[in-house]
Antibody, heavy 119, light 107 residues
Framework: QITLKESGPTLVKPTQTLTLTCTFS??????????VGWIRQPPGKALEWLAL???????YYSPSLKSRLTITKDTSKNQVVLTMTNMDPVDTATYYC???????????WGQGTLVTVSS | EIVMTQSPATLSVSPGERATLSCRAS??????LAWYQQKPGQAPRLLIY???TRATGIPARFSGSGSGTEFTLTISSLQSEDFAVYYC?????????FGGGTKVEIK
């Protein structure tokens, strides 16, 4: 059974850097074709894909946020870390990590973590 | 960037009735389209991938169709647990994008 769980601060101040960790079980990020993605959802709004990392360390980012995002993996710890710099109140959202294999649909998803950006 | 447009924004349906949700891509995504269901306070759940293949454990009342730029998610007979928001997502190229969602509510 594949499970993922996001962790990180619930409140960050504007201009700060957000660091989120996705800890997973039931799969290995060293297995060919496997990846982990990050998606966010502002309150009451739609889903937005942010970043994705593959088993071979290939990485992809949303063009609109690419300059602010970094995604890394620690295969030995079964973790994927997303950092987002220069946080702004508009970045307030629930942040999800999700598993993918071979093709880029997400299944399953973590429970999500709400991050509020406020001074 | 491919823009995914879902319609309608809200669909009011009575239990037992059929629901038809639409998703349009601004350019062809072939069959590289997924559908997700999201209930309040929960993470999205994969329903359909490859435009028409049901994910593991998804009831047969959910079906997907279409290719290119026009896609449809059909729920043949709505059950109480199906009232939720539904999102489409293309994975044809980068960046991955989601539609704005369709809320299926009780009529």
């Amino acid at each position: 059974q594949i499970t993922l769980k996001e962790s990180g601060p619930t409140l960050v101040k504007p201009t700060q850097t957000l660091t989120l960790t996705c800890t997973f079980s039931g799969f290995s990020l060293s297995t060919s074709g496997v990846g982990v993605g990050w998606i966010r959802q502002p309150p009451g709004k739609a889903l937005e894909w942010l970043a994705l990392i593959y088993w071979d360390d290939d990485k992809y980012y949303s063009p609109s946020l690419k300059s602010r995002l970094t995604i890394t993996k620690d295969t030995s710890k079964n973790q994927v870390v997303l950092t987002m710099t220069n946080m702004d109140p508009v970045d307030t959202a629930t942040y999800y990590c999700a598993h993918l294999k071979v093709s880029n649909w997400f299944d399953p998803w973590g429970q999500g973590t709400l991050v509020t950006v406020s001074s | 960037e491919i823009v995914m447009t879902q319609s309608p924004a809200t669909l009011s349906v009575s239990p037992g009735e059929r629901a038809t949700l639409s998703c349009r891509a601004s350019q062809s995504v072939s069959s590289n389209l997924a559908w997700y269901q999201q209930k309040p306070g929960q993470a999205p759940r994969l329903l359909i991938y490859g435009a028409s293949t049901r994910a593991t454990g998804i009831p047969a009342r959910f079906s997907g169709s279409g290719s290119g730029t026009e896609f449809t998610l059909t729920i043949s007979s709505l059950q109480s647990e199906d009232f939720a928001v539904y999102y489409c997502q293309h994975y044809n190229n980068w960046p991955l994008t989601f539609g704005g969602g369709t809320k299926v509510e009780i009529k």
